[in-house]
């Protein structure tokens, strides 16, 4: 009997560790996984290594709700004369002669029933940064916000941004 309590004792430490770690594990796969893309193209290269502008690629930043994904004749532009020979830009190719465009898995996402535009946000002076995190360093792009209302209505009290409902539920 006396050797129940300090088991129960001891199974009670553990128990606090355990929690913490899978408490740890859910918060980290709320903020989605980077996922495999079809063609291994990285950020860090081109910003970094190429010394492109997020802008070269996203153009509509600044001018519509969402900057876009660059057709396949922008990467074109380099790649029908650079590292032609690397299996990547072999298989991107590909795409290309077959005109069809690299199927890429959209990673930052909000559900459908939420109203979000890129143009407001981009002229008001908050860059891709505060939003998607150091993008100019990462090989594969994953989304480091929580993209949950609580986020955005932080946000939008510090900086006096609306907040009614219906600016986000239309
Ligand atoms: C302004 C020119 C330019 C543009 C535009 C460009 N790239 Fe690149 N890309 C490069 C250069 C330069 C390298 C580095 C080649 C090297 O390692 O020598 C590279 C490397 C790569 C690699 C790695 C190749 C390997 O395996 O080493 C991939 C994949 C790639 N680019 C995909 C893309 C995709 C997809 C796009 C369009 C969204 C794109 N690139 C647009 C210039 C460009
Ligand atoms: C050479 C073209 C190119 C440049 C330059 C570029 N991007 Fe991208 N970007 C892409 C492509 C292609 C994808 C889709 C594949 C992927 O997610 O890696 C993408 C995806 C993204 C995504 C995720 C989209 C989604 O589905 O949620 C974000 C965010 C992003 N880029 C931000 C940036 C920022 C910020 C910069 C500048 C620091 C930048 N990009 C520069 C080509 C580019
Ligand atoms: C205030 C926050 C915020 C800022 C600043 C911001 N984004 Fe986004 N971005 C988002 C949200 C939220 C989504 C998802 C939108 C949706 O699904 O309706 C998104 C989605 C994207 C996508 C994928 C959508 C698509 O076109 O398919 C790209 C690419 C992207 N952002 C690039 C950028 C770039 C480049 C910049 C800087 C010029 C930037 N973002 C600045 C919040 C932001
Ligand atoms: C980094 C701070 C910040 C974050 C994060 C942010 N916003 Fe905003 N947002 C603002 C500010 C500031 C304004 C007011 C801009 C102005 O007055 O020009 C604004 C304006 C808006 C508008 C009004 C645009 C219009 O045309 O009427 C909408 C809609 C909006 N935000 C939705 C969202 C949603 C949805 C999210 C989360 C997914 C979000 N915002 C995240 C700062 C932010
Ligand atoms: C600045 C933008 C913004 C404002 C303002 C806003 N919401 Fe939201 N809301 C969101 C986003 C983003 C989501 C989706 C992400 C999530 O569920 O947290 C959402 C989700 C919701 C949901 C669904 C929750 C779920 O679990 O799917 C409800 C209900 C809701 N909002 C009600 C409201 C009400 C009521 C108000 C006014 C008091 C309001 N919202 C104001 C951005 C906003």
């Keep these: 009997m006396n ?14 560790f355990i929690i913490i770690i899978v408490g ?21 290269k081109h910003i970094n290594f190429v010394g492109l ?6 153009a509509y930043a600044d001018r ?9 004749q922008t990467c074109m532009e380099c790649h029908e004369n650079v590292a032609t020979d690397r299996p990547e830009i072999i298989k991107l190719t590909a795409y290309w002669n077959k ?3 690299v199927p890429w898995i959209n990673v930052n996402y909000l559900p459908p029933h939420v109203y979000f535009t890129h143009k407001r ?42 907040t009614d409902c219906w600016t986000c539920h239309k």
């Design 3 to 16: 050797k129940i309590i300090p088991r129960l004792l001891i199974a009670g430490y553990f128990s606090i």
């Design 24 to 44: 740890l594990g859910w918060a980290w796969h709320t903020y989605r996984e980077a996922p495999d893309q079809p063609i291994a193209y990285s950020h860090n």
């Design 53 to 58: 502008e997020c802008t070269h690629c996203h």
């Design 64 to 72: 519509a709700l969402m900057p876009g994904i660059p057709p396949l």
């Design 99 to 101: 005109k069809e465009p």
């Design 121 to 162: 946000h981009v002229k008001r002076g908050f860059e891709c940064a505060e939003c998607h995190g150091d993008i100019a360093h990462m090989d594969k792009v994953r989304q480091v916000k929580s993209f949950r209302m609580g986020w955005c209505v932080t946000c939008h009290r510090a900086n006096n941004g609306p």
